[in-house]
């Protein structure tokens, strides 16, 4: 069969929009090998007027691997335990997760000893000015380091901890609650490299998460935060990111193993957000 879907790319260095691929389970195969073509060229793929339906999302999601259940399970779609919800939504059963702080730049599921292969992220309801999504392409960040630098960070090891990041959430957002002992037990530290080959291209990219990221083994807090910040003021350039500005009924679907992502903050007291996120589990 001839695939259906076209590819346009969008206004940056990275990803493209797609049309004419139904979100389900079903989904021709041929339409589906052409969308995972298209995810691997492009590391971040939008597809626009997507029905709301997390059954049909979730089926998609699955076709590409196992789904991950997030680690704030009360934020969780009371029918779809594999879907997350993101925003200040609270009806429906749906009390989605919401901060008020501003984001780092991250990729999804780091703290895990396997990160996530892939994050499919639909806008449900959308507010009309703030809650931009911004990416990063890691790749290119990489590419255009200074040889010097990567020989320095060639090797290196991050350790990615999700208590890190929950203090992290409460000093940039008073009154979260702190980390029970019990998620701490189940998601102890665990380091990866600083520079990550990507097991289907074999493209390197940068894997940043300060937010996320306690030090670098071998070096002290301090010296591994500033490391850490000098990589990112390449990275974050302009250069190297799409802002997508969200419409109600966009799925956007990114590769976590060569980009970086952040949110933009919205008036939380104005508008309702709500966002529905699958994710795909890592390979071991």
């Not at 990615?160 to 959430?169: F, M, P, R």
């Not at 998601?187 to 990507?198: G, S, Y």
């Not at 301090?222 to 009924?249: C, K, N, P, T």
């Not at 060569?258 to 007291?269: V, W």
Request: charge should be negative.
């Amino acid at each position: 069969m001839i695939p259906s879907i076209g590819i346009r790319p969008l206004d940056a260095s990275f990803g493209a929009e797609l049309t004419g691929l139904r979100i389900t389970g079903d989904v021709a195969q041929a339409d589906f090998d052409a969308f995972l073509e298209a995810f691997h060229r492009h590391h971040v793929l939008l597809i626009r007027d997507v029905p709301n339906d997390p059954a049909a999302q979730v089926a998609f999601s699955r076709r590409m691997g196992p789904l991950e259940h997030h680690a704030a399970a009360s934020a969780v779609h009371p029918a779809y335990p594999e879907v997350f919800c993101v925003g200040n939504y609270t009806a429906d059963g749906i009390t989605a997760n919401f901060a008020r702080g501003v984001e780092q730049w991250h990729a999804d599921s780091s703290f895990r000893e396997v990160p996530s292969a892939a994050s499919l992220f639909y806008g449900a309801i959308c507010p009309p000015e703030g809650g931009e999504t911004c990416f990063l392409d890691a790749v290119a960040a990489y590419e255009t380091l200074p040889d010097a630098m990567k020989a320095r960070i060639e090797g290196l090891r991050g350790v990615h901890c999700l208590y890190t990041l929950s203090e992290w959430n409460r000093r940039h957002t008073p009154g979260r609650a702190p980390m029970d002992e019990a998620r701490r037990r189940a998601f102890p530290p665990v380091a990866h490299p600083l520079v990550r080959t990507h097991p289907v291209s074999g493209v390197k990219s940068l894997f940043l998460c300060p937010a996320v990221i306690s030090q670098i083994e071998g070096m002290s807090v301090a010296d591994s935060q500033a490391l850490i910040e000098e990589l990112m003021d390449h990275a974050g350039q302009e250069r190297f990111v799409y802002r997508h500005a969200w419409r109600e009924g966009d799925l956007v679907v990114w590769d976590n193993r060569c980009t970086l992502h952040t949110a933009s903050l919205f008036d939380h007291e104005k508008y309702l957000r709500l966002m529905f996120r699958t994710t795909v589990a890592g390979a071991a």
